[in-house]
Structures are given as structure tokens and as C-alpha cells.
């Protein structure tokens, strides 16, 4: 696999309010998308995410952090209630809403997670490798992470 492409700028995002920026450096031209029945619940639909390496966040005291299950947490903004970030435990890997930021045009889609979870009413077109909820957990617990 070719490493994806990385912005040379560094992207800088916010809140709906304001309260919270995040800059992310060096960030992978590509969204994650999950479709898991907790992001829909989380966000109204799927989850898009994005990320990088060094990344900067203001306004911290406003940021609420919560353990959404025995694997991840998720943040979001106290004052506005602007979704922020999901981290996964066991790899301490953040990534970020799409949304906050203002990203280029020419962003791809690096491949849609629980696919199997997906309602009908929506559909995202762009052609990219598609897991369900089983496969993605089998490629975790082949990467050493165990559910139990
Ligand atoms: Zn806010
Ligand atoms: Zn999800």
C-alpha cells in the first residue's frame, strides 16, 4: 500500500461556537467513514473523520471527554455540543470530525467502516473499500487487540 498523501499546510478547525480550534499537522488528505450504529447515534449519521500528526488544541476547558465504550472515547464541545474527536484506546489513535475543518476539494475517502450498519436512506457513492462490523473487528484482533 502507498502511504496517502499529506497536506503540506497545516489545517486549522473549530467548534460551531468557537470555544474549541484544532490543528492538525501534516493531515492525510482522506476521510474515515464509519457507519457503526453508535456514530449514528453520536452524530445523526455516519462518522467522518480525519487526521494527521502533531496536533494543537485551544480552549480545552470547554471539552467534555466521555468513554463511549470499553474501546474509545469521544469529545465534544460543553458550550455548543460540537462533536470533537473519537480516540481509540488501545492505540491512543484521535481522529477528528471532518466537518470542523475547511478542507480542500480534492479529498478521497481512505474506506467506510461497518458498512453493515449503514440505514438505507443514504449512500455514499465514491468507490472505496467497504468492512462490516465483524471484518473491522477481526482486523483489530489480528492487530493484538482483544474485545473481551
Ligand atoms: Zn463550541
Ligand atoms: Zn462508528
Given at each position: 500500500?502507498?502511504?496517502?498523501?499529506?497536506?503540506?499546510?497545516?489545517?486549522?478547525?473549530?467548534?460551531?461556537?468557537?470555544?474549541?480550534?484544532?490543528t492538525v499537522e501534516a493531515m492525510l488528505a482522506e476521510v474515515d467513514i464509519?457507519?457503526?450504529?453508535?456514530?449514528?447515534?453520536?452524530?445523526?449519521?455516519f462518522y467522518a473523520g480525519v487526521k494527521g500528526d502533531a496536533v494543537t488544541v485551544t480552549?480545552?476547558?470547554?471539552?467534555?471527554?466521555?468513554?463511549?465504550?470499553?474501546?474509545?472515547?469521544?469529545?465534544f464541545c460543553g458550550t455548543c455540543g460540537s462533536n470533537l474527536w473519537y480516540r481509540f484506546l488501545p492505540t491512543g489513535s484521535r481522529s477528528f470530525l471532518a466537518g470542523l475543518f475547511d478542507l480542500p476539494s480534492d479529498?478521497?475517502?481512505?474506506?467506510?467502516?461497518?458498512?453493515?450498519?449503514?440505514?438505507?436512506w443514504y449512500d455514499i457513492v465514491q468507490d472505496s473499500p467497504k468492512l462490516t462490523g465483524p471484518e473491522v473487528?477481526?482486523?483489530a484482533m489480528a492487530?493484538?487487540?482483544s474485545f473481551d
Open positions: 500500500m502507498t502511504e496517502p498523501r499529506r497536506l503540506a499546510e497545516p489545517v486549522k478547525g473549530r467548534c460551531l461556537c468557537g470555544a474549541v480550534t484544532i464509519c457507519h457503526c450504529a453508535m456514530c449514528q447515534r453520536w452524530g445523526g449519521a480552549g480545552e476547558k470547554a471539552v467534555t471527554v466521555y468513554r463511549s465504550s470499553q474501546w474509545a472515547e469521544r469529545a479529498f478521497g475517502i481512505e474506506r467506510q467502516i461497518f458498512i453493515d450498519e449503514k440505514p438505507d473487528i477481526a482486523e492487530q493484538g487487540f
